[in-house]
């Protein structure tokens, strides 16, 4: 099973279980994760679930849609070549740890 | 100590709820909801759950082990029926009294139900909850002709399902167009034909008369002009109302819900109301209003369960709101109202373009059909209170986002940047 850990923007850290078909947004949401609240619930509408994927791993999630990137174009965070949706990392069955790092602003 | 009492355990709820506990509120937090569910996710009910896309079990928002981790009691199934201001304590329908040092009116909202004749019969249905959803797919399912009383959000939603399922689907309304509350004509024309394309029968100002049935089951639709249509099912999405009867009866003050300041607190400092039942003055719209979504129910909970932890951020987020019909993606951000000038941004005939509104010269709100990054951008630009002209509007080459860089300081880098 996939384990994500979130860190925060002052270091603290948060690992969850990733569950089949669960995104990284609807864990950290279950899980009480800070700063990712996810208000769409996952259908590309809401932008509230932005994260830094771990430059080393960006490569080894799927990429972006183009309407992700549409999302991702003027996010309230800064902007970064790792930015992403996290409801839209899933199925990461591949990766034992995924690391992703919290934005200061979903909002 | 008596701690936090929150009544519902929905956005706002479960928001108010970690909030303050992560802000450093120590106390004891109960949270009681007179629905059996797990919190869930409401959005995808009218969508991806009636369409048989997500499950029951992937509709939940937080799980027992949150409320384990975050010590927070949730007591479900449990309906709140009595509050005494004097003594603190809220009574339950079955069981014993909870009292409480601070209060959060979390309570939602309900379907505004219709009254005419038949609307007592089997077949004719709402859809807020859950277990309204979970009625309504297993009705969809064994039902050929649907009508959908209102041309709002969810009848919209629910007929773009239904088409999507094969059924024949009528949406009555009462108005000359589409959301007319919540978009402009240019939007509602679009929309209008969107439905129509996908095979809807939108009958325009149209008021229905009656339900007729075959007791006790529906079997069509009277509208005043005298037309009748054939329906095995009705649903009615006639707009909701906010459940502040509770609060009313204590004696707090409520005019179309709960009225709140900015942080969520009503006229009695232990006592606090957020989300759909919660009436506040929002200064993007300059008006009092009660808001149905999800963002003001978080960002309006998230503001209470500072000032319950002693801490302090108040409410003060433009105003969001979406909608997903077939592969439209309606985005809106800010409240029109009374606009006068409005510019239109890419292109209408391709079906993707936003219409930016203006009043005395400020940019007041956007809607976004099938433009996700003129939304991104507009919600920038009101929150800051930045204006593109309405000609730099309508210039597809001109960068929104330039009027507002200046970006957030990163603390914790990832190890390349």
């Known amino acids: 099973m996939t384990r994500v850990r979130f860190v925060q923007r002052d270091g603290s850290e948060k690992c969850v279980e990733l569950d089949r078909d669960v995104s990284v947004m609807l864990a950290a949401v279950r899980n009480g994760v800070s700063g990712i609240d996810g208000e769409c619930g996952g259908c590309l509408d809401c932008a509230t679930c932005h994260v830094y994927v771990d430059a080393t791993q960006a490569s080894s999630v799927l990429p972006p849609s183009d309407e992700e990137l549409e999302l991702l174009s003027a996010v309230s965070g800064e902007r970064r070549p790792n930015s992403r949706l996290s409801c839209q990392l899933k199925s990461l069955a591949a990766i034992d740890e995924l690391v992703v790092y919290v934005p200061e602003t979903q909002s | 100590m008596s701690g936090l009492l929150i009544i519902g355990a929905s956005y706002a709820g479960v928001q108010a709820a970690l909030t303050a506990r992560d802000a450093g509120y120590s106390q004891p937090i109960t949270m009681v909801c007179d629905e059996d569910w797990l919190p869930y996710q409401r959005p995808p009910l009218s969508k991806d759950f009636l369409l048989g896309r997500t499950s029951e079990q992937n ?104 088409a999507k399922l094969g059924k024949k689907a009528t949406v009555v309304e009462a108005s000359s167009r589409l959301l007319e509350r919540a978009v402009s004509p240019i939007v509602s024309d679009f929309l209008l034909d969107t439905h129509l394309q996908a095979g809807v029968d ?70 606090f109301a957020a989300g759909d039942c919660a009436n506040h003055f929002n200064r993007f719209c300059e008006s009092w209003i009660r808001l149905e979504s999800v963002q003001n129910a978080q960002d309006q909970a998230k503001a209470a369960g500072l000032a319950i932890a002693g801490s302090q951020g108040p409410y003060e987020s433009v105003p969001r709101f979406w909608s997903d019909q077939y592969d439209v993606k309606l985005q809106i951000v800010g409240l029109a109202g009374k606009y006068d000038r409005k510019a239109v941004r890419g292109s209408v005939d391709a079906g993707k373009f936003s219409v930016f509104y203006y009043r005395d010269d400020r940019l007041v709100a956007v809607d976004s059909i099938n433009r996700p990054g003129d939304q991104m951008a507009a919600r920038r630009l009101i929150a800051r209170g930045v204006s593109p002209s309405p000609e730099q509007a309508e210039d597809p080459s001109f960068d929104l986002k330039s009027l507002v860089t200046g970006g957030d300081k990163a603390g914790v880098l990832p190890p390349d940047l």
């Open chain 2, 59 to 162: 509709l939940v928002l937080r799980d027992n082990a949150f409320f384990e981790n975050k010590q927070i009691e949730l007591v479900l199934g449990h309906r709140a029926v009595g509050l005494d201001l004097g003594t603190r304590r809220v009574t339950l329908e079955r069981g014993n009294d909870l009292a409480f040092d601070q209060l959060v009116f979390a309570t939602g909202s309900r379907a505004r139900r219709i009254a005419i004749p038949g609307a007592d019969l089997d077949g004719v249905c709402y859809l807020r909850s859950a277990s309204d959803a979970i009625e309504l797919k297993a009705r969809l399912a064994a039902a050929a002709e649907i009508v959908i009383v209102g041309g709002g959000f969810i009848g919209l939603e629910v007929a773009a399902s239904a």
């Open chain 2, 202 to 271: 939108i009958r325009l100002n149209e008021v229905v008369a009656s339900f007729e049935g075959a007791s006790p089951r529906v079997t069509g639709v009277v509208l005043d002009s005298g037309v009748n249509i054939r329906a095995d099912l009705v649903l009615v999405g006639i707009g909701g109302i906010a459940n502040d009867e509770l609060a009313r009866t204590a004696g707090l003050n409520c005019t179309n819900g709960i009225v709140v300041d900015e942080h969520g607190r009503s006229a009695m400092p232990d006592i």
